[in-house]
């Protein structure tokens, strides 16, 4: 059922595709890249209709997957009802005075539980005992029918397989056209979700080049002084990396869940408010409700006032490394998280979480030695831990 999703997914995928390519050129160059092979793979409807006429919704297997496991199954059917038939009328037919009965299954077979003191009133095999549990025994006109029901069962199951060997036989035909399926839904789906998350943020599209090749920016404020300068000329500086107003994305993510989450809570009490209002409801609770809320809509404006301050990051293209100091809970390691974490962002096709215009050189390898290094059983001091790691 889970190849039949894949390839009907992908076939109501084509249609969209398609519709969205009609729309305009421009989404029609956009589009053709990414979703170019996806157009031209065949699903096969042949192979889709094999299993819908074998395997129900469920996962289990159909009684029209072959004449012969529907007999089969007909046949256990039968047993069954013939067996609940005979163990009713043995009950009905025991002096329950001193015990009580009932149908019980064990290991697949039918027999007949009874707790109390008093003996069956019929012949019969014990299969387990016990002072709570009662006592487990199988009538010995029942054996024959159990046995017979256990083999019909051992025929359906079987059948079942068989008719699962005949359907992967089947599959294994496609298995390539299905694995090229898998393979372009999930590249077109992780291209999805990076749009989805460059747009739930608002990022901007990074400038991502190789620091080797030229990049032709004009020195058009090079001697100016940075707080002389204004954001049109900084942008025209030859940056190494610029990434104005950035955000760590899970310090943004947590306030923005933060701000969310106490907006709905604002929304629900509002309307449990007004509800109860309606309905002439307990009062002194609706003062309590009214209290509640408040305090949340203190809570939304403390949130929206108190939004994650951004970093802004400017590095001259001569500069080889950077020293960020200052006092602890200052911010330094997060924001050396930022620019880490903006960068493996930009390789991997996201959006930054920054002002326009964003310009990051490809780096090759990404690497933090975050935390304190020290060992006294090295001899090692705090720095030179950092200096060893680093190394």
């Known amino acids: 059922m889970a190849v039949v999703s894949l ?29 170019e092979t996806i157009l031209d793979a ?14 129900d ?28 038939q005979l163990m009713d009328k043995l009950i009905r037919n025991a002096d329950n005075e001193a015990s009580l009965s009932e149908v019980s299954i064990v290991n697949g077979r039918c027999c007949i539980k009874i707790t109390g003191d008093k003996s069956s009133s019929f012949d019969g095999l014990l299969l387990s005992s016990g002072s709570d549990a009662g006592s487990m025994i199988e009538p010995i006109i029942a054996v024959p029918l159990n046995d017979e029901l256990q083999g019909a069962r051992a025929l359906v199951v079987r059948a079942e397989l068989e008719a699962l060997s005949k359907l992967t036989d ?33 990022g901007t599209l990074p400038d991502l080049y190789l620091p080797n090749i030229e990049h032709g920016i004009v020195n058009a404020a090079k001697d100016e002084p940075a707080s002389t300068t204004s954001s049109a000329q900084l942008t025209k500086r030859p940056w190494k990396l610029f990434i104005p107003n950035a955000y760590h994305p899970l310090l943004l993510q947590q306030h923005q869940e933060n701000l969310r989450r106490t907006k709905k809570d604002v929304a629900s009490a509002t309307a449990e408010i007004r509800r109860r209002r309606i309905y002439g409801q307990d009062i002194a609770e609706e003062d309590q409700l009214a209290s509640e809320l408040d305090f949340m809509k203190i809570r939304v404006s403390e949130l929206e006032r108190n939004h994650p301050i951004p970093v802004d990051f400017m590095i001259a293209e001569e500069t080889t490394v950077l020293v960020i100091t ?55 001091s705090t720095f030179s831990g950092h200096l060893k790691q680093i190394g």
Not at 185 to 198: N, P
Not at 336 to 356: D, R
């Open 7 to 35: 390839m009907l997914f992908v076939e109501s995928l084509q249609v969209t595709i398609r519709a969205a390519m009609k729309q305009d050129e421009d989404s029609h160059n956009l589009l053709l890249p990414l979703t």
């Open 170 to 202: 089947k599959i294994l035909l496609e298995l390539d056209n299905i694995q090229i399926l898998m393979q372009e839904t999930v590249t077109l789906d992780k291209v999805t979700a990076r749009a989805r998350y460059s747009i739930a943020y608002d």
């Open 326 to 380: 200052g006092p602890n809970t200052g911010g330094k390691t997060i924001s050396l998280k930022t620019v880490g974490l903006a960068s493996l962002m930009a390789k991997i096709g996201l959006y930054i979480l920054a002002s326009e215009p964003v310009k990051i050189p490809w780096f090759d390898a990404v690497y933090a030695d975050i935390g304190d290094e020290q060992s006294l059983t090295q001899s090692l």
């Open 57 to 84: 919704d469920d996962g289990s297997v159909k009684d029209t997957a072959s004449p012969e496991l529907r007999r089969y199954r007909d046949q256990v059917q039968a047993l069954e009802s013939r067996l609940c």
């Open 42 to 55: 065949v699903v096969s409807k042949l192979l889709v209709k094999s299993i819908q006429d074998v395997i």
